[in-house]
């Protein structure tokens, strides 16, 4: 069964709400957003193969294959469909797992919702604006948060400070 993003998103707000009757949903800030407006086709001619698996298919990329491993200058990284900056460089590590690797995230880029598609459950996380996705957070990271943002370099641009 093919399910689009859309409707995987209202379930998962519905389970959400389902599970949390006392939370409150954030407001989306974005929902008027022009780059929410853009066709899967529109994305397909505008992103590389490579991006466009990673930001629209929900594609991970081989590990050790991003350049973004090796960038250890200081700036800041935007989500390669939109620009919205998500990370800053002091908050990357070296996970050893050939991903981009953040303990945090620059607060309200990025949304989540829970990923059944492997038999554990993990938490995926997208862009809060184009809505691409970017990669999945777990709880190895280090301190202080103990998370770990496992992006593709394929969703991020580097923008040196
Ligand atoms: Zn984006």
Known sequence: ?????????VSAAALAACSAPAAKAAPDKYAASPWRKLTEADWKARLPPASFDVL?????????????????????????????????????????????????????????????QLIEERTEYHCAQCLGHQGHVFNDGPK???????DNGAALKFIPA
């Open 1 to 9: 069964m093919i399910l689009d993003r859309r409707s995987l998103l």
């Open 56 to 116: 629209r298919q929900e594609g991970t990329e081989q590990p050790f294959t991003s350049p973004l491993n090796n960038e250890h200058r200081h700036g800041t990284f935007v989500c390669l469909g939109c620009g919205l900056a998500l990370f800053k460089s002091e908050w990357k590590f070296d996970s050893h797992t050939g991903w981009p690797s953040f303990w945090t995230e620059i607060p309200g880029a990025l949304a989540k919702k829970a990923d059944f």
């Open 144 to 150: 202080p948060t103990g998370l770990r943002y496992c």
